[in-house]
């Protein structure tokens, strides 16, 4: 059983959905102390992302 990311630390490396059905995205690397840089797997966009919104976005394998 996974345990759940609750720092910006335990973020990176992950990959997660934005939301229930959204797309995959891998996080990449912290940005500042509010955001994170992630990429969408399947469009291979960046973005930097809330912290906040990654954490309670759904971890998938």
């Known amino acids: 059983m996974k345990t759940a990311a609750r720092t910006t630390d335990d ?3 992950t990959f997660r959905s934005f939301g229930a059905d959204g ?20 469009t291979g966009e960046e973005l930097d992302y809330l912290v906040s919104r990654a954490l309670k976005d759904p971890e998938v394998d």
Do not use: F, N, S, T
């Not at 797309?23 to 399947?42: A, F, M, N, S, T």
């Open 11 to 13: 973020l990176i490396g």
């Open 23 to 42: 797309p995959v995205y891998e996080v990449i690397r912290k940005v500042g102390d509010e955001k994170v840089h992630v990429i969408v797997v399947q």
